[in-house]
Each structure stands twice: as structure tokens, then as C-alpha cells.
């Protein structure tokens, strides 16, 4: 057999191409892009391309011109269509499913999954009370990950602050809903969490209060409110608000009556 022949009779031949659904790029924490489970190496130009698609989002489709304007606002029009092309062509050689262009149009492929999407779904579906918590809503990493935070471009400082409030909205919202379902220990997890992120932040601080006060630590609900009055005084000259230490009242109230 000649070898020609032995190449194109290789049975594995046919599945050395990865399938559908093992293209996975992250966002959170720093841009990596995995294809069947192995590290993708690309160029910083083509991740620029890869990462602004898939923060529009995955129906969003742009025109060549406006990535090119986005990307590279320094340069002229010309330098700017040729280095989008680049980037394209290196993209397309890296996996040709990771983005999709036809004629002007550009967006992101259907088959890679993208971390930030998913981080993003499960913080929507935490901030809506009527959909029931899953066992996967609970895990906290995805809303916890900063948005590509070694990178320095205009058009990231939005996006990022986007996803870093919606982040914050979800992780109360989860720390109250535990808390609702008895869930003290992870609830009050969710609310440090919260407050690591931003100490300043009164929902989430009102949260780990009330978790607190729910499971009967009186004395860690008022050296919350403590030390919670103390940054805050610190920081920016101002008092806890009314409604934060509101919830200390009712055990007060409670202890006075007994």
C-alpha cells in the first residue's frame, strides 16, 4: 500500500477534527480559548476581535467597519479593514466555527461556549424571584471573575462595569434567597462575597445582617453593623442608612420585652 493510500485510508482520519460544542472561550479572569479541551494560542489582535464579539453577545452581528473603528480608533480606515482581515484570517486558521462573517457582517460563531454568557444567564435567573434556584445558581466563581482585567481598551470599561453589577445584584439576590430557604451558612458566603467585592455596598451588607439576625447571631449582626458604620463613616463621612439598621430593631425590641 502506498503511503498516499495509508493516509487517506485512516479510519481515525475523520475524527481528528474536533466536533461540535468542544470550543470553549473565557473571559473571566483573563482571555483563554480551549479547543477539544487543549489551550488555543492566538494572537493579542485576533483576541481582541474574538473578545468584542462575544461581549456583544451572540446575536449581536457588527459591520467590519464598526470593529475596525472600535479596535483600532487610531488608525485610518484602510489600516484598520487590513487588520481586522488579519485578525479574521487567524481566527478562521485557529478554528473556522469560532466566528461567522458573511460579506460586511461579523459575529460570533454558534459553537463556542463562552464563560461569560453563562455567568451572565445564571445572574439573570438569580435576580428573578419566580425562577427556582438550581444546585449550579449556587456556585459562586462565575460571579466573582473580573472581566478580562489585564486589559486596557475603551470600549471594555463599560462592559466590565456592566458585568460587575450585575454580578453584585445576583450575589444579593442569592443571599437573600438562601437565606429565605434556611440556608444561613451559604447565604451569609454570599453576602461576603458580595462585600469583598465592594465593601461600601449596603444591599449586601443588609444581607449578611439579616442573614445574621435569621439564624440568631445577634451579636455578628451588630458587629456587622459595627464595623459596616465605621468603613462607611471612614470612607465617605456618612451614617449607615435608616433601613440597614432597621434590622437590628425587632431583636431589640424582642430582648426588651423578655
Excluded: K
Excluded at 10 to 24: F, H, I, K
Excluded at 70 to 88: C, Q, V
Aim: proline share 5%; hydrophobic share 40%; charged share 25%.
Amino acid at each position: 500500500m502506498s503511503r498516499q493510500a495509508f493516509l487517506t485510508s485512516d479510519p481515525s482520519s475523520a475524527t481528528r477534527r474536533p466536533s461540535y460544542g468542544d470550543l470553549r472561550l473565557d473571559l473571566l479572569g483573563g482571555f483563554r480559548l480551549r479547543v477539544a479541551q487543549r489551550p488555543m494560542a492566538l494572537p493579542m489582535h485576533s483576541q481582541r476581535v474574538l473578545a468584542y464579539l462575544s461581549v456583544s453577545g451572540r446575536d449581536a452581528v457588527c459591520t467590519r467597519a464598526t470593529l475596525g473603528n472600535r479596535l483600532w480608533p487610531e488608525s485610518d480606515g484602510e489600516h484598520a479593514r487590513a487588520s481586522l482581515r488579519t485578525s479574521l484570517w487567524r481566527i478562521g486558521r485557529a478554528d473556522p466555527r469560532l466566528v461567522s462573517a458573511e460579506q460586511d457582517m461579523v459575529r460570533l460563531g454558534a459553537a463556542p461556549r463562552v464563560d461569560l454568557h453563562g455567568a451572565l444567564a445564571q445572574a439573570r435567573r438569580l435576580t428573578r424571584q419566580e425562577t427556582p434556584l438550581a444546585d449550579d445558581d449556587c456556585n459562586l466563581a462565575p460571579l466573582t471573575a473580573e472581566l478580562l482585567p489585564a486589559w486596557d481598551e475603551d470600549w471594555l470599561l463599560l462592559e466590565r462595569e456592566r458585568v460587575r453589577q450585575l454580578q453584585l445584584h445576583a450575589l444579593d439576590a442569592l443571599a437573600r434567597r438562601l437565606r429565605l430557604q434556611r440556608r444561613y451558612s451559604e447565604a451569609v458566603d454570599a453576602a461576603l462575597t458580595a462585600i469583598t467585592i465592594d465593601p461600601l455596598r449596603e444591599s449586601a451588607q443588609g444581607e449578611l445582617i439579616a442573614a445574621h439576625v435569621a439564624e440568631g447571631n445577634i451579636a455578628a449582626a451588630h458587629r456587622q453593623l459595627d464595623s459596616y458604620a465605621r468603613l462607611l463613616r471612614a470612607e465617605l463621612g456618612l451614617r449607615p442608612s435608616q433601613s440597614l439598621t432597621a434590622l437590628l430593631d425587632a431583636p431589640r425590641q424582642e430582648w426588651r420585652e423578655g
